[in-house]
């Protein structure tokens, strides 16, 4: 149901930075959570970070005190601040979104990260 869409990736070099947005369909002010998630290719996909209703994180052991997700409820957007990228950071990043509690999961396409000299 909710339309997410993302951007801002690109290529960076290790030690860089780059900010992702996710642009919603929806209010996401009244979301039940809203999250980045990874995949590289032969990895499984894994959680990077997550935003609840009340502005509540979690984060991945691998990116604490590198990443950081925030929200900009009047342009129904997140996003994901990225620095110090490392080459194992490289994946394609997907936005997730879940309205309700129980409600239907919701994935964006994805914007693809590369960390590289």
Same mark, same amino acid.
């Given at each position: 149901?909710?339309? %997410?869409? &993302?951007?801002?990736?690109? %290529?960076?070099?290790?030690?860089?930075? %780059? $900010?992702?947005?996710?642009?919603?369909?929806?209010?996401?002010?009244?979301?039940?959570?809203?999250?980045? /998630?990874?995949?590289?290719?032969?990895?499984?996909? &894994?959680?990077?970070?997550?935003?609840? *209703?009340?502005?509540?994180?979690? /984060?991945?052991?691998?990116?604490?005190? $590198?990443?950081?997700?925030? $929200?900009? #409820?009047? +342009?129904?957007?997140?996003? %994901?601040?990225? #620095? *110090?990228? +490392?080459? &194992?950071?490289?994946?394609?990043?997907?936005? #997730?979104?879940?309205? *309700?509690?129980?409600?239907? *999961?919701?994935?964006?396409?994805? @914007?693809?990260? @590369?960390?590289?000299?």
């Amino acid at each position: 149901q909710v339309k %997410l869409v &993302e951007s801002g990736g690109g %290529l960076v070099q290790p030690g860089g930075s %780059l $900010r992702l947005s996710c642009a919603a369909s929806g209010s996401i002010g009244s979301f039940y959570v809203m999250g980045w /998630y990874r995949q590289a290719p032969g990895n499984q996909r &894994e959680l990077v970070a997550t935003m609840n *209703s009340g502005g509540g994180t979690d /984060y991945a052991d691998s990116v604490k005190g $590198r990443f950081t997700i925030s $929200r900009d #409820n009047a +342009k129904n957007t997140v996003y %994901l601040q990225m #620095n *110090s990228l +490392k080459p &194992e950071d490289t994946a394609v990043y997907l936005c #997730n979104a879940r309205q *309700s509690r129980f409600g239907i *999961s919701n994935w964006g396409q994805g @914007t693809q990260v @590369t960390v590289s000299s």
